[in-house]
């Protein structure tokens, strides 16, 4: 179902959080609020949940304002990273329990409960407790606690965020398996900008209680509104310049690009730099980092204050010290209007 969110604004203690927030999920959109701790995320993920009311504005769902409708009546329902489960419990009570309260026999409730067990992958669970399961089982049992009580919207409070790296990339592939079969709204809360990139049909960037940007994944990489959202995604070089018929002019390179006139940051990231050898090269080495897959090298010009960075992906014959020349590629610089 279609959720749209208009001039949202919320104030804590007299601190304003949101700032007239405009957002519209489309049904069945997968969606990512990003950006740093302290930006927001989490109070707007719960001002849509009813946990926290806002000051001003609307929130719809299908059309329809919730905003007098309270929290367990708006058939949203949130996923904190905490869990959250009722430790006096088994799994299957857990799981059960929204439905237990809309009032459903205790066998319907249970027979859902293992279906859902069958769907996050956790069959023979249903009779342990919650302090005889692993952190990641957990998870999996909150998800399913969740899909139990049918949202139209699935809210998620960065549910990965206390996983290993091996649990948090079967517990993304998971919900995302769900969230198709179920076609479910979901909204995900998270800092990690993997995690956005790779789960998002759309990203909300957020900073300082304000959306910058709200682009697909490879918009928002490729093309970001300001060097706030660029820096997050991927850090490099800034080098101020001008754009005058479609040609970058700036005091250390030029190149063409189909861009509108006007003064410009160009961002070089280290994907868009690449290094050679050479005995008359205007750069030097001054630093190779093994990264695991790859090298990083840091390369400063000669008798000037540029700084640059590489990613290697092969052991070439390039060590520390070394002279060597750059070549940009123009399809992977970032220009940002100043």
Known sequence: MELELKNISVTLSKKEIL????LRVEDGEFISLLGASGCGKSTLLKTIAGIIKQREGSILLGGKA????PPHKRRTVIV???FRLFPHMTVAENISFPLKMLGLHKDKCRE?????LKKVKLEGFKDRHVDEISGGQKQRVVLARALAAEPVVLLLDEPFSSLDINLRKDMRELVLDLQKEYKITTI???HDKEEALTMSDRIAFMHNGEILQYDTPENIFKNPVNTIVADYFAEGTYISGEIKGNRFISRFFNVDINRDDGKYKCLIRPSALKVNKAEDGKFQVVAKIYQGD???LKINKINSSLKLESILNEPLDIKEGDKVSIELDKDKLIFIPE
């Open 80 to 82: 904190f990273q905490d």
């Open 66 to 69: 919730l905003d007098k409708v």
């Open 188 to 190: 995900l809360v998270t």
């Open 112 to 116: 859902r409960a293992v279906e859902l």
């Open 19 to 22: 700032k007239s927030i405009n």
């Open 294 to 296: 790859n090298y990083l």
